[in-house]
């Protein structure tokens, strides 16, 4: 009797243990917000003991959502697809947040068989960023070569964003000051920090309007700070007059469809890029003259690049879209 009282409480035991570890087969990881700024969010990750390893990123919910719409994804697969994997206590800092902004910060935990638990998710907003007196933009242009510039664009602490680019005098002289003011304004590429940038692909000899404009904390816009300069001649070329283009593009500033004509026969492509130098559309081109619809580009200043089927760069435009 006495060893069926031993043997019973044993079996009691080693079931409470069991149920004891099987509590804690569920892995989970605790996040604590170390820091929020206006442009950042850093956070730290502990794991528990059954979690293998974790993945881990940021966004925001209506992006993460127009995401799950557009690819037909779960979410959770979105975060195991572009998140950061993890395997043990971490600490990690996101920039280039957007100021007053809800983030979520989501976590999907790994069990020690491999197995993805629930996702976590939680919600931090970003700092307002930038007063409510006069935005102001101090710009540098330096290392001018033939055919590249250093950008160098720095905001006061009342400003909340700004906008910058360039615009080649004879499009600025086209549209005058005003308009020119407004397709950097328009360009949907708000900064929130020093913007320090090289151009390159300038054409030398060629005089250029640096802008840069900004908002304070409650969306009044400062003055405009424009400065002025021109990229070096190369040598040995006499630059007494332009050579005229092979391309032309009407009604330039466009709406968002416009009329691109080639002198060239043969037949080939145009690619519209962005003032960061991304690619935003491409069109193959069936004859001279070519209809191009582009209404789902935002306002701003772009490059048209026409290319032959050869894939030899012939000639670029500059084209506004002003909706």
Request: some cysteine; hydrophobic content about 35%; glycine content about 8%.
């Amino acid at each position: 009797m006495k060893k069926i009282t031993v043997l019973l409480f044993a079996m009691i035991f080693a079931i409470g243990l069991f149920a004891q570890n099987y509590e804690k087969t569920d892995p989970s990881v605790e996040v604590t917000i170390i820091e929020v700024t206006n442009t950042t969010v850093e956070a730290s990750f502990t794991p528990n003991e059954t979690c293998s390893s974790y993945t881990i990123m940021i966004g925001t919910a209506s992006k993460m959502d127009m995401w799950v719409g557009m690819m037909g994804t779960p979410i959770d697969s979105l975060v195991n697809m572009w998140g950061i994997e993890v395997y043990s206590d971490s600490s990690n800092l996101w920039t280039d947040q957007i100021p007053n902004t809800e983030y979520t910060i989501y976590v999907i935990p790994k069990n020690t068989e491999g197995d993805w638990s629930p996702l976590q998710t939680h919600v931090v907003t970003t700092l307002a960023g930038g007063g409510t007196g006069l935005s102001e933009i101090e710009i540098t242009i330096s290392e001018v070569t033939e055919t590249t510039a250093r950008f160098i664009a720095t905001q006061n602490d009342q400003t909340a964003a700004y906008h910058d680019g360039l615009i080649q005098d004879s499009l600025y002289n086209e549209i005058g000051e005003d308009s020119a003011v407004n397709i950097i304004k328009t360009n949907g590429y708000p900064l929130y920090e020093q913007d320090d940038w090289v151009w390159s692909d300038l054409n030398s000899g060629t005089t250029y309007y640096a802008i840069a404009i900004g908002y304070n904390a409650n969306g009044e816009w400062g003055l405009a700070s424009i400065e002025q300069f021109t990229t070096l001649s190369i040598t040995g070329i006499c630059k007494t007059e332009k050579q005229k283009s092979n391309i032309s593009i009407f009604p330039n500033p466009s709406n968002g469809t416009f009329t691109f004509t080639s002198l060239h026969e043969n037949k080939g492509q145009i690619s519209i890029y962005n003032m960061n130098g991304q690619k935003v559309y491409e069109q193959s081109l069936t004859g001279l003259e070519n209809a191009i619809n582009v209404n789902q580009l935002s306002n701003g200043l772009y490059q048209v690049v026409f290319t032959t089927k050869n894939s030899a760069k012939i000639d670029v435009k500059q084209l506004v879209i002003s909706k």
